[in-house]
């Protein structure tokens, strides 16, 4: 329980640092977005189809695994929510201020879940399912601050809304730590159900925002995410 607490906090630290990065208007590197969701795109998608997907039971508990990639599609369809590769991507976004904020916050809850569910299993699977979180985290929080920015909304409500989207990941990576623990079926289903959210949130929200910046660095980026999500199961790390 203590690593999920620290890996918690970090996550929320994170997206906070993230959104307040652009909302101080100091300047982000667009390689260093690349690098972000691109090594993410890729150790997400090995963390769902080396760890959570195979440690699930996956012939019994499949119909979770499409409810995690389907519900996420239907979000992510009608919220327009997910992290940016260009500084400027916020200006060109399609959705309103609190419907992007809903959709990045119901995300960052089922991150914090999945995270839970990942210390639940082993320290490793948390460990993995936590590092491509912080990852993540940073380029969401900047591209919510950015949103909301570019609604209208004045500084000190993009803080209070970034704050309450950091707080979050810690919720949902407590609540699952002590109540998925109750029942292996459960954890089971909740490693499904993770696999098929990581799976869509790789394929396609992060994959193809990087992949739309038509830069060859963006290939080592997602390579070296698979690798890193596939290395401890092939050295055995437990």
Same mark, same amino acid.
């Given at each position: 329980m203590y690593s999920l607490l620290v890996a918690s906090v970090l996550a929320m630290v994170s997206a906070l640092l993230g959104g307040l990065t652009n909302i101080w208007g100091l300047s982000v590197h667009?390689?260093? +977005?690349? %690098?972000? #969701? !691109? %090594?993410s795109a890729g150790l997400l998608i090995s963390i769902s189809l080396v760890h959570l997907l195979p440690e699930s039971? =996956?012939? /019994? #508990?499949? *119909?979770?695994? +499409?409810?995690? %990639?389907? +519900?996420?599609y239907m979000i992510e369809g009608i919220t327009r929510s997910g992290a940016?590769?260009?500084q400027g991507c916020d200006k060109k976004h399609t $959705?309103? !201020? +609190?419907v992007a904020w809903s959709g990045m916050s119901f995300h960052a809850l089922v991150d914090g879940i999945a995270m839970g569910v990942g210390f639940t299993a082993s320290e490793r699977l948390g460990f993995l399912i936590a590092l491509a979180i912080l990852i @993540?985290?940073? *380029?969401?929080?900047?591209? =919510?601050?950015? /949103? =909301?920015?570019?609604? !209208?909304?004045?500084?000190?409500?993009?803080?209070? =809304?970034l704050v309450l989207f950091s707080m979050l990941t810690p919720l949902g990576a407590i609540l699952s730590g002590y109540f998925i623990s109750i029942n292996i079926s459960v954890l089971k289903a909740a490693l499904a159900f993770s696999g098929g959210t990581f799976l869509h949130i790789s394929i396609s929200e992060l994959l *193809?925002? &990087? @992949?739309n910046?038509?830069?060859? $660095?963006?290939? &080592?980026? &997602?390579?070296? !995410?698979? &690798?890193a999500g596939v290395l401890p199961r092939v050295i055995g790390i437990e």
């Open positions: 667009r390689e260093a +977005l690349r %690098f972000s #969701n !691109g %090594f039971s =996956l012939e /019994i #508990n499949y *119909p979770y695994a +499409l409810i995690g %990639f389907s +519900l996420f940016c590769t260009e $959705s309103g !201020g +609190l @993540h985290k940073a *380029p969401i929080g900047f591209s =919510l601050s950015g /949103i =909301l920015s570019s609604r !209208g909304y004045k500084r000190a409500q993009v803080v209070r =809304l *193809p925002q &990087v @992949h910046q038509r830069s060859r $660095s963006v290939v &080592v980026y &997602v390579i070296a !995410g698979m &690798v």
